[in-house]
């Protein structure tokens, strides 16, 4: 079975290679600092005791008031997996370093994370929309997304971020 | 030859109508004569926002949105999302649902790898006969799958909990049809292409992929394993009761299209093994847990992943304990497998494009979701 490290064990092996580049831990993810990431992803990959090579996942979470990166990295010699994030504030054009340099496989899913949340990825080679057109009103995957200037008007009724969500018509069955 | 014909690189469009693209998905070359000197890669064409439209259903209503992301595997799709939402729930699922969930994901594996093998041996210019023998066989399976199901390709079957109906009686007997023609159609496809002089000069040393490569750029599947890197999540994580069936993961190690190939028939080989023991030992009770309609898992995340034919699929769901995800994130293994497509074909032919193209074995529904 795939080990999955708990938030304060990556945190112990990111600490050990670049001290100071941990922000906090929650139970099951590492934050790490964004000025510390792409060193730190480096030396985790590069180190034989954490050996984590291979980028699995990447992708943007929307959470109002801030954005989260979260990314997926695992070891196939030592079968564990481990969950870092990186917070962006703000709305108007949050920014988080690139981690192209370190893993080549993150290219199209940074470019797919900017193409829909509208995270930018400083020291991307070439950042585009990979899926919608240059020039697409909003980012899609925003929870604000309907309800941004420009972006697309509600005709379905309510929608997330504008109206308080309202319950299914389905009951719970306890 | 006395002097250097000058040639002028100009832009030619593989697709977004073309027949090796396997859907609408386009290549932006750059050529110099017809030699590759980069490529562009443009997809979108098939998006339809799955990820923010599965915000707005409950957990349930999000699973016949997986079968329409890789329409060639619906049963994995499936299968990797009901894990994920176990995860996140903490739902356990009765024996007899897993066997029956391996029994249709390696199936599902079967019916994929048919038709990547044949679409790529008419990449390479077997035109015609491979792919008929192949999906002549995949029929077979998908006529299982509409037994159980009721429908053929997208089967909308896992269900969170289990499975979604019991097996029917004709089930078995099929299913022991299958295990016993496959294999000589297995041996006939191999006869036909992996000795054949003009498959193996099309494809060998052809997109020739080094296995940090593979690892750096973050790929998955048949495109690891052809590169020399024994990692099969079915192994290495195992999900449903893997761990009780014996199998082995075939490898390549010149890591070029040729040995993708031969690692896809040879996982066929193995699914079939997979398949024979799960049947013969499968259990019986329940097959699903009752899980109520409209779940709402507690707050947190889960990242669950599974053994796709294409690589690995993982699912990354965030709950806010509402009715439906607060993120819903596919892991697409077609879509990653892409990353290495630049280094893979500069420097190629055109022609090796499209073989090097078949040899991911893309489906445009899953890199555009």
Redesign the interface.
Known sequence: ??RELTGSEAAALAEALVPGSVDRTTE??CYLKPDRLVETLRALRDDPDANL?????L?G??YWDHFEV?Y?IQS?EK?H?A?FKVEAWGRENPEVPSVTPV???????EC?AYD?FGIRFAGHPNLYR????EGYPGW??RKD?LAMPGGLQPGLGE??GVAP?Q??P????? | MTGIIKSEPFVINIGPQHPSTHGVFRIKATVDGEKVIDAEMVMGYLHRSMEKLAEERTYTQNIPFTDRTDYLSSMSNNLGYCLAVEKLAGIEVPPRGNAIRVIMAELQRLASHCMAIGAFANDTGAWQTPVMWAFREREKILDIFEVTSGARLTCNYMRIGGVAFDLRPEFEPMVRRILRDFPPFLDEMEGLLSGNEIFIARTRGVGVLTPEMATNASLSGPMLRGSGIAWDIRKADPYCGYEQYDFDIPIGYNGDSYDRFIVRLEEMRQSLKIIQQALDGLPGGPFRTEVPLALRPPKGEAYARIESPRGELGYYLVSDEGPSPYRFHIRPPSFINLSALKEMTVGGTVADAIVVLGSIDIVVGEIDR
């Not at chain 1, 090579?53 to 996942?57: E, G, K, Q, S, W």
């Not at chain 1, 990979?130 to 057109?133: E, G, V």
């Not at chain 1, 389905?170 to 306890?174: N, T």
């Open positions: 079975m795939t099951t993810a090579v291979h980028l699995t996942n992708c979470v929307d979260v997926h196939f079968n997996l969950c893993f080549h496989g993150a290219w199209m899913q797919e829909l990979i899926l919608l057109w899609p995957l997304f929608f997330a969500r319950e299914p389905v009951k719970v069955i306890e």
